[in-house]
């Protein structure tokens, strides 16, 4: 099954593109590989989930977070190509985590970009080599921010 045959079979809808607050671009694509730029946690009703994990958040917080995060990560690659069905695998993801210094469950929390990535390309295309990490601040205060490596087909 393709990944936009997925994504309509799970109910899911992606917010709006983000745009770049900065000086970047959200999606550089280098021969057959698209990296995408840190994504926050930007809702359909573009708000940002902001928070510390550990003080104001928890697990569960962090989780629906990341996953929210995945969904504009998958609205940028279906602006930028037209189509999920674009990507061939995802490679590597890096996500980052505002916590405080004694919360160790930044893995948990990135599952929900994770698992949501699996579920829309597959076992084997959606899992990927991953870096989940905490941090004392990330921009605008958000939750967590996450990047990510695709290989596209070309």
């Known amino acids: 099954m393709s990944a936009e045959a997925r994504l309509t079979e799970l109910k899911l809808v992606l917010p709006p593109s983000p745009k770049p607050v900065g000086v970047y671009k959200p999606i550089v694509v280098a021969g057959n590989l698209a990296y995408l730029s840190g994504h926050g946690p930007l809702k359909a009703d573009t708000k940002l989930i902001k928070g510390r994990l550990g003080l104001d958040m928890d697990v569960e917080a962090g989780y629906e977070a990341a996953r929210v ?8 690659l279906q602006s930028h190509f037209g189509s999920l069905d674009k990507v061939n695998r995802l490679v ?3 996500g980052l985590v505002r916590c405080t210094d004694s919360f160790d469950q930044q893995p948990a929390v990135i599952n929900g970009c994770s698992e949501l990535f699996r579920d829309v390309f597959g076992e084997e295309n959606g899992v990927a080599a991953r870096s989940a990490l905490g941090t004392n601040a990330l921009p605008g205060g958000i ?10 087909k070309v």
């Open 143 to 152: 939750a967590v921010e996450i990047e990510a490596i695709f290989e596209i």
């Open 92 to 94: 590597k993801l890096l």
């Open 69 to 76: 995060t995945g969904l504009a990560m998958l609205a940028t």
